[in-house]
């Protein structure tokens, strides 16, 4: 979960600083806002891949314990541990793009039906915007339905 929240994090600063470079010569700019996380959240197949990213991480410690197992040297139970994390990390990686390509194209989808030229996340705006969250959730349901 804490990766998750890493991940997003990471994509709502891209989106914010794509779109912001891409809208500087702008003058009359119309800006939106969203709740990553709640927008994150509420993907309908969100919760499917938390289930299958348990399973991965619970399967990768269990090959971890029993490789770790067969050895004595510390050296050698640090470089299976990380090498299993790595694994786990990357399968996370995998089931989680999906869902931000998700998201990404609804915030588009969204943005450009209202004229909206700037998405920011919300919990980085003190004042203004169209908050766009539930838009984009509904998009999302609508896609994925």
């Known amino acids: ?16 600083v794509v779109v912001a470079l891409s809208g500087l ?4 700019e119309k800006i939106g806002v969203i709740d990553p ?3 994150l959240f509420q993907h309908p197949k969100f919760e499917q891949a938390q289930k ?19 050895t ?29 390509k998700d998201i990404d194209l609804a915030i588009r989808t969204v943005a450009k039906a ?9 919990g980085q705006v003190f004042f203004g915007g169209t908050d766009l969250t539930e838009d984009v959730i509904q998009e999302l349901k609508k896609k994925n339905a």
Do not use: G
């Open 1 to 16: 979960m804490l990766r998750s929240k890493k991940i997003l994090s990471v994509l709502a600063l891209s989106v914010l």
């Open 25 to 28: 010569a702008a003058a009359e």
């Open 37 to 39: 996380q709640k927008v």
């Open 52 to 70: 299958q990213i348990k399973a991965v991480v619970e399967k990768k410690q269990a090959e971890a314990k029993t490789a770790m197992d067969k």
């Open 72 to 100: 004595t040297d510390n050296n050698e139970k640090q470089r299976i541990f990380e090498t299993k994390r790595q694994e786990a990390a990357k399968e996370e990686q995998k089931l989680m793009e999906p869902i931000f």
């Open 114 to 122: 209202k004229n909206i030229t700037i998405v920011l996340d919300k």
